[in-house]
């Protein structure tokens, strides 16, 4: 039987918020509407692969398992929004304060933050997850006996990333999910003819049953940097304990040289269990009161590149994946 996420449940609260003026948001709707539909018609896949207008009118693509769990990706940002399992439950969870407009990321979900963890010369996490990218193919094979619907999305260099980042690349994102796992493979190629560095992380938002009952394991013995008092001077230690736990105070820190596997125990019985490949460090966020409205709900586990920078040579590339998959806390 498959981990229930919501064993021991409670009702959960409504996921997105934020308000839009209704003058932008109209015409914002209109193109999003016949944009979406041109997707559709072009990579739509029956009952596997769905293109849909998201909140705020942006356009989405919907992941569909027969297994009935599904996954939302936002073009904008290239951000996992949801992810459900077959009985309906989320998983992640997206801020009350996330708005839809593209004035700023979506607040929740997986952003990505790249080509900077940050803090750092550019805006905070990078601008990947400010820009529309876009879809590059969508496949639903059999995987071995049941379709996996999957979609790629890319990201390259405009006029805006140069500004910011004087580099030509192509970031892909896949997203797959597999039964009621989520997959992600993150490549970013360098089409440039210099070497360029970044540093990255899949800003992962799991919605808790409350923060004082999350968990994550894994982390004992690990060189940590904790950024809770001073960010740009953390507090460098080991961690003794068998399991971060949050509640009491802010939690903001970047595990080193983190093990592939990881899990995070929501409260209920069930965990998310974390399996990386490519990613080196995990970053564990909680804002506790400076965020009073929804810090009890979530906690980020976030894969990451953090604490060195990448190095990409020209025509080369560099991969991490991840599989998310909910388990039954042993
Ligand atoms: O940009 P967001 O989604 O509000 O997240 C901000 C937080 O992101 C985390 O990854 C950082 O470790 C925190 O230091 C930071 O405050």
């Given at each position: 039987m498959q981990a229930c996420i919501k064993s021991g449940c409670r009702p959960s609260a409504p996921a997105f918020g934020g308000r839009v003026r209704s003058d932008v948001r109209r015409a914002q709707v209109k193109v999003c509407a016949s944009a979406v539909a041109d997707m559709q018609k072009k990579y739509?896949?029956?009952?596997?692969?769905?293109?849909?207008?998201?909140?705020?009118?942006?356009?989405?693509?919907?992941?569909?398992?027969?297994?009935?769990?599904?996954?939302?990706?936002?073009?904008?940002?290239?951000?996992?929004?949801?992810?459900?399992?077959?009985?309906?439950?989320?998983?992640?969870?997206?801020?009350?304060?996330?708005?839809?407009?593209?004035?700023?990321?979506?607040?929740?979900?997986?952003?990505?933050?790249f080509p900077q963890f940050g803090p750092g010369a550019m805006q905070q996490h990078g601008f990947a997850r400010n820009l529309d990218w876009e879809v590059a193919s969508t496949s639903a094979d059999f995987q071995p006996d049941e379709r996996d619907p999957e979609v790629e999305l890319v990201l390259s260099e405009s006029d805006y990333t140069l500004k910011m980042w004087p580099h030509k690349f192509k970031a892909v994102y896949t997203v797959t999910l597999h039964g009621e796992q989520l997959r992600t493979d993150f490549r970013v190629m360098n089409t440039g003819d210099k070497p360029f560095e970044f540093t990255t992380a899949l800003h992962t938002y799991f919605e808790v049953l409350h923060v004082d009952k999350a968990k994550v394991t894994g982390l004992k013995g690990l060189t940590y940097l904790d950024k809770s008092k001073d960010p740009k001077n953390p507090a460098k230690g080991t961690e003794q304990r068998e399991a971060v736990t949050f509640g009491k105070d802010l939690v903001d820190s970047v595990y080193l040289a983190a093990p592939e596997h990881v899990e995070l125990e929501v409260g209920t019985g069930a965990a998310v269990a974390i399996d990386a490949t490519g990613w080196e460090d995990i970053v564990v966020w909680n804002p506790h009161l400076t965020m009073k409205a929804c810090y009890e709900n979530f906690v980020c586990v976030e894969n990451a590149i953090t604490n060195r920078s990448?190095?990409?040579?020209?025509?080369?590339?560099?991969?991490?994946?991840?599989?998310?998959?909910?388990?039954?806390?042993?």
């Open positions: 739509g896949i029956p009952g596997s692969v769905e293109f849909v207008e998201g909140q705020g009118g942006l356009p989405t693509v919907m992941l569909k398992h027969a297994c009935g769990a599904s996954a939302q990706v936002y073009l904008f940002g290239g951000a996992v929004c949801s992810w459900k399992q077959a009985s309906g439950d989320e998983v992640l969870y997206v801020r009350p304060d996330a708005v839809f407009d593209k004035s700023k990321p979506i607040s929740g979900g997986v952003p990505h933050c990448i190095t990409v040579q020209p025509g080369e590339s560099w991969r991490a994946t991840t599989n998310f998959q909910v388990v039954d806390v042993q």
